[in-house]
C-alpha cells in the first residue's frame, strides 16, 4: 500500500500549454479587431488593391481602408493590433504580416516593402515605427 499520490505536486492545469504562449494575454485583452474600426469593404478594397507582389504602397493603403480619416484614438488602437507582441513599436517582424492583421488570408509583404515600408514612417531612424510615427504617417 505505498500508493501514495502526490497530488500537492500535481499543479499543472490543462491549460498550461495555451497560457505560457507569449501573447496570449495580448490575445485576451486586444479584444478589438480591425475590422470593428474599419469597413470590411474597405479593409478589401484597400486588401486587393496591393495583391500583387511589390505593389504594396503604405500611404495608399490607408486611404483606400479609410485609415487616414479615422480619429487619432482609432489610429492608436490600429496600432495597438499592429504591435502584436506590445513592445510599443511596430518592427520589421511586425511589419511583415502587416496585411494579415487586416485580412488573414493576404501575403505577407516582402523584404523590400517592408523596408520601403519603414522608411516612409521612421522618422526617427531606429528601425521601428513608434505610436507617433504612425499616427504622423496615416494621418499626413
Ligand atoms: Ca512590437
Ligand atoms: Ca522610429
Excluded: W, Y
Amino acid at each position: 500500500m505505498m500508493e501514495l499520490r502526490r497530488s500537492s505536486h500535481h499543479r499543472a492545469s490543462p491549460l498550461s500549454c495555451i497560457t505560457d504562449r507569449p501573447g496570449s494575454e495580448l490575445l485576451t485583452r486586444n479584444k478589438m479587431s480591425i475590422s470593428s474600426i474599419l469597413s470590411a469593404d474597405a479593409i478589401d478594397s484597400a486588401i486587393k488593391d496591393c495583391q500583387a507582389p511589390e505593389s504594396f504602397c503604405p500611404k495608399k493603403f490607408f486611404q483606400l481602408c479609410g485609415l487616414s480619416k479615422k480619429s487619432p484614438q482609432d489610429v492608436k488602437k490600429v496600432f495597438g493590433i499592429l504591435d502584436h507582441d506590445a513592445s510599443g513599436f511596430i518592427e520589421e517582424k511586425e511589419l511583415k504580416f502587416f496585411l494579415q492583421r487586416f485580412c488573414p488570408g493576404a501575403r505577407v509583404l516582402s523584404d523590400k516593402e517592408t523596408k520601403n515600408f519603414l522608411s516612409v514612417a521612421d522618422d526617427d531612424s531606429d528601425g521601428r515605427i513608434g505610436a507617433e510615427e504612425f499616427q504622423a504617417m496615416v494621418l499626413s
